[in-house]
């Protein structure tokens, strides 16, 4: 299984992005996918996931992000895609935002996947 993400990159303070994630490869089945992201000098942080069924969960320093609108997750099960909408983007967004899925390579199984990690950059 691999995650390929894509749309990260440069934007100014305010803008937006849409990142995405897709999973290919030889699966049973996909679970929750999320988004974590990485700051320079800090940890990797839970930014939000999502269940197959379209339940959303966001890490505690996002869930005032997702009610104010400026982020949302979704997922397209028929691409196995994830999505996270940022708005609003400012200079303390700017990581590594790295996608992940719980994958079941076959029934009963279950494993970790990541994908290779996206840049965004927010300029001021």
């Known amino acids: 299984v691999q995650l390929q993400a894509s749309g990260g990159g440069l934007v100014q303070v305010g803008g937006s992005l849409r990142l995405s994630c897709a999973a290919s490869g030889s699966f049973f089945n996909i679970g929750t996918m999320g988004w974590y992201r990485q700051a320079p000098g800090k940890e990797r942080e839970l930014v939000a996931s999502?269940?197959?069924?379209?339940?959303?969960?966001?890490?505690?320093?996002f869930y005032g992000d997702s009610l104010k609108g400026r982020l949302t997750i979704s997922r397209d099960n028929a691409k196995n895609t994830v999505y996270l909408q940022m708005n609003t983007l400012r200079p303390e967004d700017t990581a590594v935002y790295y996608c992940?899925?719980?994958?079941?390579?076959?029934?009963?199984?279950?494993?970790?996947?990541w994908g290779q990690g996206t840049l965004v950059t927010v300029s001021s």
């Open positions: 992940h899925a719980a994958v079941a390579p076959t029934w009963g199984e279950l494993l970790d996947a």
């Open positions: 999502i269940s197959r069924g379209g339940r959303t969960n966001y890490g505690d320093s």
